[in-house]
Nanobody
Framework: QVQLPESGGGSVQAGGSLRLSCSTS????????MGWFRQVSGKGREGEGV?????????VYADSVKGRFTISEDNAKNMLYLQMDNLQPEDTALYFC???????????????????WGQGTQVTVSS
């Protein structure tokens, strides 16, 4: 697993939008999954899988964000994005980006601790 540098967090009101970005130039796997995770305040260092995309462009989403969040990648720019629309207060969290050679659904929605994952980018949604 490789942690990747994120950016784009901020503070918005409920119903607003943000786009997170992540540089994906830190690995050389041919088959891979790139995912977004979030750490919610009060839940320690537990990381919740939010969305992921594999090298074939297949995407998976947590039920809580389906229809609101969209994960995409720009291979030419080595960037991964998470477009977050209709944000809700429960989306408030520290967001992280990472990549792994494991299958997406198996990896993203497994158990994760964010210890040593880097700074992340904070998203705060007010009601």
């Amino acid at each position: 697993q490789v942690q990747l540098p994120e950016s784009g967090g901020g503070s918005v009101q409920a119903g607003g939008s943000l786009r997170l970005s992540c540089s994906t130039s830190g690995y050389t796997w041919t088959s891979y999954c790139m995912g977004w995770f979030r750490q919610v305040s009060g839940k320690g260092r537990e990381g919740e899988g939010v969305a992921a995309i594999d090298n074939l462009g297949v995407t998976v989403y947590a039920d809580s964000v389906k229809g609101r969040f969209t994960i995409s990648e720009d291979n030419a720019k080595n960037m991964l994005y998470l477009q977050m629309d209709n944000l809700q207060p429960e989306d408030t969290a520290l967001y992280f980006c990472a990549a792994d050679p494991a299958p997406c659904a198996e990896w993203v929605f497994g158990h994760h601790l964010t210890e040593g994952w880097g700074q992340g980018t904070q998203v705060t949604v007010s009601s």
